[in-house]
């Protein structure tokens, strides 16, 4: 019996229960010593390690409720973004915003604060109305701004902490549709334009691969209706698998390879159903750190990050991903200082990526950084604090609703026990 998230880099050798009703799963957490829940497996971070309990929610039985005023929706909280969506969507309805993957579950996106981009948009977790929770000693509850508000505010980026969730009521919107353009641009013109081009998208973002010079540019407009966009071949994503595994075998080539896929065309234009528009498929394995800097130094933090992998040649295979993000009143919300500008870098999974990402993301402290909890960082407890001026609160939150510690494990303890 064993568990690893979906790069293989985090693993555990723990039972593996999949509970189809909330009173199994209430019988299940009674009876453990230590408990953590997992959906997809996307975190980069060892969130879901357990010596002895690892709860999956995918087979929980539940249906959506949508309110009258259709302005909310109660949502089984292991249904996964690609679910759920597809389930507004029959319903006239979308998620305002989401990320460019969607096999995570609602909870475990919520948790980690998982989010999308735009200038005006906060991540999954600004969604979230209420939670109905199953605790350390089995009993649900709810818990929303009105009801246990403090409960309510640490469960809204919970690390999954503070219980299991099984249904959360989600702000929806009408549904919508959208036009992705993907174009190939130079990095110094994007750079001179970025906040006019944001101004101008609901959504934009970029890649940059850090030994070439162009960016790849994509944006999302809302559009007419249209029928969903046709079905896409894996051939770019196969080609880049090939590149990529001749930089493991040659690391000095990533420079002389990246700047030869630069070399190639970008462009291309879909539409369709939101929920059809924003994801990607994402089957190569990787590492992943990201890190939300002040929006205004986003850029700048970016190019030294990019000049010191030049500088020292290293052969960090994937390319940056660039974001906006706004500002949200979360308390362990790396947004909640202000809006920012969320920077991933990526190493290939067989490759070495530990020192890479080490240096990366001292210069992302240095603009005053703070990473996404499910990516990986190396924050200490002192650094938490530091960061965060409501972590105490929230650590006297925790141990309100689960005083034993049952849903902690090591890394957690290490900075909320």
């Given at each position: ?19 189809q ?12 010593r ?19 309990l ?138 001179e ?7 101008q ?7 940059l ?22 079905s ?59 890190y ?30 660039f ?87 090591a ?7």
């Open positions: 019996m064993g568990w690893s998230n979906w790069s293989g880099s985090v693993t555990a050798r723990a039972e593996v229960a999949r509970p009703s909330e009173d199994e799963l209430a019988a299940l957490i009674r009876g453990a230590k408990v953590r829940a997992t959906g997809a497996g996307h975190s980069f971070m060892p969130l879901c390690q357990s010596d002895e690892i709860l999956g929610l995918d087979r929980l039985a539940g249906e959506m409720r949508i309110a009258a005023d259709r302005t909310t929706a109660h949502i089984p909280a292991g249904w996964s973004i690609r679910k759920l969506t597809a389930a507004l969507w029959e319903e006239g309805l979308s998620l305002a915003n989401q990320g460019d993957v969607n096999p995570q579950s609602l909870a475990g996106a919520m948790a980690t604060g998982t989010h999308g981009t735009g200038v005006d948009l906060g991540s999954l977790a600004t969604m979230a109305r209420g939670f109905r929770l199953v605790g350390a000693d089995g009993t649900a509850r709810w818990c929303d701004a009105a009801t246990e508000s403090d409960l309510y505010q640490a469960q809204r980026l919970s690390l999954g902490m503070f219980g299991i969730a099984t249904e959360i009521e989600v702000a929806v919107v009408p549904a919508y549709h959208l036009e992705e353009r993907i174009e190939k641009r130079r990095w110094s013109e994007v750079r334009s970025y906040d006019e081009l944001a101004s998208h609901r959504h934009i973002e970029f890649w691969f850090p030994h070439a010079d162009d960016v790849i540019l994509k944006t999302l407009t809302p559009c007419d209706p249209c029928d969903p966009p046709p896409t071949t894996d051939m770019e994503e196969s080609a880049f698998r090939r590149v990529l595994d001749v930089a493991a075998k040659l690391p000095f080539l990533t420079p002389f390879l990246q700047r030869a896929m630069m070399r190639t065309r970008f462009d291309g234009r879909r539409r369709g159903p939101a929920h059809a528009i924003f994801p990607s498929d994402r089957t190569i394995r990787f590492e992943e750190m990201e939300e800097v002040p929006r205004a130094a986003g850029l700048a933090a970016l190019d030294d990050v990019v000049g010191w992998i030049r500088k020292n040649r290293l052969p960090v295979t994937f390319p940056f991903e974001r906006t993000v706004a500002a949200d009143d979360i308390w362990m919300s790396p947004m909640n200082a202000g809006p920012v500008a969320a920077i991933s870098m990526h190493q290939y999974a067989r490759m070495p990526w530990q020192s890479h990402f080490a240096g990366a993301e001292a210069i992302f402290r240095s603009f005053g950084g703070r990473p996404h909890w499910a990516k990986r960082h190396t924050l200490t407890r002192d650094d938490v604090d530091a960061l965060y001026p409501m972590a105490e609160h929230y650590r006297t939150a925790r141990r309100a609703a689960d005083p034993h510690g049952k849903f902690l494990n890394h957690l303890e290490s900075l909320f026990s």
